[in-house]
């Protein structure tokens, strides 16, 4: 027998007798051991598992498994539970513990409140500056709308082959068009 087996042979009659019906985290603090090296040890062993195996035994999530009865789960998302409980997690801690206590998803409220630009009442005549900077939008979705309003009106596919007054009163006509 090699020595490493001699020692692995002590070292699983010593992890025999220790006390497995311990919790992970109590064993790991006897034994100078992590938790992770604890869990190996109880397979090698053939230990059962932790007695709160998959459970979450820390003080924030006790904090809050005591609160969530009291959270407004459907109409609040998470950073505003975070803010509102004063809690110290992070967003997708948060979502976690949603899944676990079987709550809903958290409402993402920027997709419900946020206002679409109005393209109906663009004056497609003015810059592509003028335009994004009133709609709120980017010189991208500028360009991107106008160019879809053109084809789809026009069948005008690029702007680049025609001079300053060609373009003007193409938008003058795209405003017609729209406006009707």
């Given at each position: 027998m090699s020595s490493q087996e001699e020692i692995r042979n002590l070292n699983l009659e010593k992890w025999k007798k220790w006390d497995w019906e311990k919790q992970?985290?109590?064993?790991a603090r006897e034994h100078g051991l992590s938790r992770e090296r604890i869990r190996q040890i109880r397979k090698i062993v053939g230990a059962p598992q932790s007695p709160t195996f998959h459970q979450w035994t820390d003080p924030l999530h006790k904090r809050i498994a005591e609160k969530v009865s009291?959270?407004?789960w459907m109409t609040k998302n998470n950073i505003e539970i975070i803010k509102k409980y004063n809690l110290d997690c992070s967003s997708g801690y948060l979502s976690s513990l949603r899944k676990q206590f079987g709550k809903p998803r958290s409402v993402r409220k920027f997709y419900f409140e946020r206002q679409l630009p109005k393209w109906e009442n663009v004056d497609w005549c003015q810059s592509v500056d003028r335009i994004a900077q009133a709609l709120k939008v980017?010189?991208?979705?500028?360009?991107?709308?106008?160019?879809?309003?053109?084809?789809?009106?026009f069948k005008q596919k690029d702007l680049r082959s025609l001079d300053e007054t060609s373009k003007l009163e193409l938008f003058?006509?795209?405003n017609e068009k729209v406006h009707k």
């Open positions: 992970d985290i109590a064993l009291n959270y407004d980017s010189k991208i979705a500028v360009l991107k709308k106008r160019q879809k309003l053109l084809t789809t009106y003058q006509q795209l």
